[in-house]
């Protein structure tokens, strides 16, 4: 019998390290290994390297042909002259940088300008955006880096056996590229001017590799792809098609599609990222999302499975009950600063179970906006594909087809973003002469679809108003 050729897919997130195993002709994951990541808003990047390490322990990757690492976007990776780390990486969830974001976005002729040359307008999470504020607070440290490279590329550099990542070694792909703000997916190339602006002069940055161009190989001949971030290994990972729109619920929430051209929001909800695979994918990010219903599941002593009962007790707009859950700042919309806002509060609304119910409907409604948003931009909305550990809420499922007003497909619990990691790795080991990937396919998606009623545009209308109100 032929034995299967082998792929490996990582996904380097914000709480952890992820790898699957994959038959490449298939898509079945084979094995699997995890290691979690220390909690915070910066991290030194040996705690990554260390996690990998732990998660492929074991012979975790023997016989694997090909290796690719998705990982968390938008992080600062900072390098001296040697390609030692200069100070422990900032993380998109790192809002220390919204001053700074506002004066770049100001400096630079506002929003729109943004917009049209680089498709994001700069926020506290964005790459720019940290290097302007690592310049201005810890200039000994900024005037001793030489590079700036984000997470995926500083893994994917050490899997290759770069202990120490000198200028020229490290490489990215586009995807990653453009979460920076300081590289166009339309043009395909970097601005460097806007990079001197933020940080005060030009420092190395990684080559951007082609979608199936491979980064190089490790010692012991594994093939090494580019690699991308998270959302685009996601999309990767799920095979999207048109009219397919995805919301993630994890740490943060997504909303993102695989789109036929560069995207410019001059409004800033919508960043206008590049893909893994050639296209683009306009996405809006929220940083409120799952953990919401662990808040408040902690607030009602009880679980997430008992928040979803108690959430499906309640009618319908939670009794008038409405939370604009911004509890941990927010970035779209652009609220760094902001916390969280219950409204409706009356002798009948105060109960457990309609407590429960805004919380999903308010983390959900957040992330409507962001659906709306995109559809603004030209992306065909006809389902959305939900998916994040929020996602197998029976709740959230109930809640999501009527707050979005379109069916809504739950396709099966899978690390989508370590699985796209590993479908780029089948790929690019093809281009480089391996075996052709065959059709992958997780099937068994639930689809539901929304009722038709007006409940779901009340809830949306109220979220709304409150919004306006407390955030004029």
């Known amino acids: 019998m032929t034995r299967p ?15 699957l195993v994959v038959d490449a002709a298939t898509g079945v994951v084979v094995r699997e290994g995890r290691a979690a990541h220390p909690d915070g808003t910066e991290v030194d990047p040996e705690h990554w390297w260390a996690a990998f390490s732990s998660a492929t322990a074991g012979g975790l990757l023997d016989d694997v042909a090909a290796i690719s690492v998705s990982a968390q976007q938008h992080g600062m990776v900072a390098l001296d002259d040697d390609g030692a780390v200069v100070r422990p ?21 506002g929003p729109a300008a943004w917009a049209d ?12 955006s940290k290097l302007r504020w690592f310049a201005e607070h810890e200039s000994d440290a900024a005037a001793r880096t030489a590079q700036v490279v984000l997470p995926h590329d500083w893994v994917t550099a050490r899997i290759l056996g770069h202990d120490r990542m000198r200028p020229g070694e490290v490489t990215t792909d586009r995807g990653d590229a453009s979460g920076t703000g300081y590289w166009s997916p339309e043009s395909g190339s970097y601005r460097e001017d806007l990079l001197v602006r933020a940080f005060g002069r030009a420092v190395a940055v990684p080559r951007v590799l082609g979608p199936t161009e491979a980064a190089g190989e490790t010692p012991f001949g594994m093939l090494v792809a580019a690699g991308t971030g998270d959302n685009m290994g996601a999309a990767l990972g799920l095979g999207l098609r048109p009219g397919d729109v995805v919301v993630s619920l994890g740490t943060s929430g997504t909303v993102f599609s695989v789109h036929d ?31 919401v219903l662990g808040a408040t599941a902690d607030l009602l002593g009880t679980d997430l499975a008992g928040l979803s009962d108690l959430a499906l007790a309640a009618a319908p707009g939670a009794g008038g009950l409405t939370l604009l ?58 389902r959305v594909v939900l998916i994040g550990g929020a996602a197998r ?12 007003g379109v069916p809504v497909v739950v396709p099966p619990a899978a690390e989508y973003v370590a699985l796209g990691a590993a479908r780029q790795a089948a790929e690019a080991l093809a281009a480089a002469g391996g075996p052709a990937p065959g059709e992958w396919s997780q099937g068994g998606a639930e689809v539901v679809e929304p009722h038709g009623g007006a409940a779901g545009a009340r809830v949306r209308a109220a979220h709304a108003d409150l919004r306006t109100r407390m955030h004029p």
């Open 393 to 404: 809420s029976p709740a959230v499922q109930a809640v999501a087809p009527e707050v979005f």
């Open 89 to 109: 990486a900032l993380l998109w969830n790192d809002t220390r940088s919204a001053d700074a974001a506002a004066a770049l976005v100001e400096e630079c002729g």
């Open 5 to 19: 050729t082998l792929v490996a897919g990582v996904d380097s997130s914000t709480q952890s390290t992820k790898v």
């Open 261 to 291: 051209r560069a995207t410019h929001d001059p409004s800033g909800f919508v960043a206008g990222f590049a893909d893994a695979s050639g296209a683009f994918l306009p996405l809006v990010c929220t940083l409120n999302a799952a953990r």
């Open 325 to 382: 859950p911004y509890l941990d700042g927010e970035r779209t919309p652009d609220l760094p600063d902001s916390t969280g806002t219950l409204g409706g509060l009356t002798r009948d609304s105060m109960t457990p179970a309609n407590l429960a119910r805004a919380s999903v409907e308010g983390m959900l409604c957040g992330l409507a906006e962001g659906l709306d948003a995109l559809v603004r931009q030209g992306v065909s909305a006809e």
């Open 117 to 128: 040359e680089v498709g994001t307008v700069p926020l506290a999470a964005i790459t720019v």
